[in-house]
């Protein structure tokens, strides 16, 4: 009887609203990945390979491409929120092992996300001129930040998609300002387009250099994975993400490139990698009497679209954990009136705001995230092939067998020492998913103590609706 009172609670809960076409889709992909990384990244990356900066850009998207297609195939076949932790869950049945997916998949959401939030802090008192004096202004301003995206979350779906447009739109225009700046600059003969085929990997081989690098560049194409998340929120998701996907893909990388190559044909390669700001300097000497203090308040919009889209992801994640039953199923509750999974929400809210107060004392969660999500991406890889052996009734997407080998093994080395990744990182890592076990032995006995612990290493049978083909 408990079970099936469980089940009919569950048929009883609304769906997730379905606002999100081909072009929603596609905004949403471009901003999550464009995100604030590559407005101080392209200096870093130029400091491990010289300038062919675009060189690890390009190998970064090209490994983010295998792994796509993988999503792709899954995504199609199972048009369901959760991303990786489902296909994982549906794959090995190992619900620690899900467990942990989630938890590192969220994880790495909701740092990044209280990272953005602090940026954004200190982008919105240098845009305004605001002295935000000590550290705890900059905390108090990226707290109530944290609480307007909640509020938009809250509200719905369609609220929030709407703003990442607007956001998305600035975000990529200030990149367009850069390239065009530096086009017309380099056109009137200032600069030397030589650069961008030198290499110059220090003490390391060519090879060398351009590991290192992609490790930093593929932080920076990482976004991808986060909309196969809001599949429920999407209008026939399983026509829609092969398109949509790819071409954001494309899109992304031919803005890495043209600003990457445009950067260093403009700006020494070594005054490039210094400093946090290197679009500024292109900017700066490309137009000087560009206001560069517009450049601020860009910066401050492509945060808080990394916010945004990082919390809108979060909490769809645990909203599917939740249906498939890897954790308590009230946390998966839907707001009848707007449609949103609120508890889910408000959960991930308290989380990020918990991390906004020591999140910059830390300079290595951003390698950390990525070290993260590459784990993540190989297991995506080889789940692929585990779940051929489970046909679907519809038609969907079917990315080549070779890819994912392929995808599992470069993820999979991505994640080793052998690619020069600072310590920290893995020390890092290391404590985050300590603190990953702890919270699955505490779900494992809430979910026991109510009666819903599913059977050991067995998903439970998907009783949610048909999904929206």
Not at 391 to 400: A, G
Request: net charge neutral.
């Amino acid at each position: 009887m408990a079970d099936v009172t469980a089940e009919s609670t569950t048929r009883e809960q609304p769906s997730l609203k379905r606002v999100m076409g081909p072009w929603l889709l596609l905004l949403f992909v471009v901003g999550d990945i464009l995100g604030s990384g590559v407005y101080s990244l392209t200096g870093k990356v130029a400091g491990h390979v010289g300038g062919a900066v675009w060189v690890p850009f390009v190998v970064a998207f090209l490994i983010a491409l295998v792994t796509g297609l993988s999503y792709l195939e899954l995504v199609t076949k199972y048009p369901q929120a959760a991303g990786a932790a489902l296909y994982t869950h549906k794959a090995f049945g190992i619900h620690f092992f899900t467990f942990m997916v989630a938890f590192a998949v969220m994880s790495s959401g909701i740092t990044s996300a209280a990272t953005a939030a602090r940026a954004f802090a200190a982008n919105f008192a240098e845009a305004f001129d605001f002295d935000l004096g000590t550290g705890m202004g900059v905390t108090l301003v990226a707290l109530a930040f944290m609480l307007v995206l909640a509020a938009v979350n809250l509200r719905g779906v369609s609220e929030g998609v709407k703003i990442n447009v607007l956001l998305t739109c600035v975000e990529l225009t200030g990149l367009l300002i850069v390239i065009g700046i530096g086009l017309w600059a380099l056109g009137f003969g200032n600069g030397d387009f030589s650069r961008v085929v030198e290499f110059d990997t220090g003490d390391r081989s060519a090879m060398g250099g351009v590991i290192v690098a992609t490790t930093l560049a593929f932080y920076a194409m990482v976004g991808f994975e986060d909309s196969v998340n809001m599949a429920e929120e999407c209008k026939q998701p399983s026509r829609i993400f092969p398109k949509v996907l790819l071409a954001g893909l494309l899109i992304t990388v031919l803005v890495y490139v043209l600003v990457s190559i445009t950067a260093v044909a403009l700006v020494p390669v070594e005054d490039l990698s210094q400093g946090d700001t290197p679009l500024l300097q292109v900017v700066e000497i490309g137009a000087p009497a560009f206001p560069t203090h517009i450049f601020a308040v860009i910066s401050m919009f492509a945060v808080a679209n990394t916010a945004l889209i990082n919390m809108l992801m979060a909490s769809r994640l645990l909203y599917g954990l939740a249906k498939q039953g890897v954790i308590p199923r009230p946390i998966g509750s839907v707001n009848h009136a707007r449609r949103t999974p609120h508890v889910a929400i408000l959960f991930t809210t308290a989380l990020a705001l918990g991390l906004i107060f020591f999140v910059s004392r830390v300079a290595e969660l951003g390698g950390t995230t990525a070290l993260l999500l590459l784990a993540v991406f190989t297991v995506v890889n080889i789940a692929v092939l585990v779940l051929r052996r489970d046909p679907v009734q519809h038609e969907h997407f079917r990315t080549p067998t070779v890819l994912p080998i392929v995808g599992a093994l470069t993820c999979g080395f991505l994640v080793t020492p052998y690619t020069d990744r600072n310590p920290d990182q893995y020390a890092i890592a290391g404590v985050l998913l300590a603190i990953g076990v702890g919270l699955w032995v505490v779900n494992h006995l809430v979910l026991r103590f109510s009666g819903s612990a599913p059977p050991p290493d067995k998903p439970r049978a998907d009783i949610t609706p048909a999904p929206e083909l």
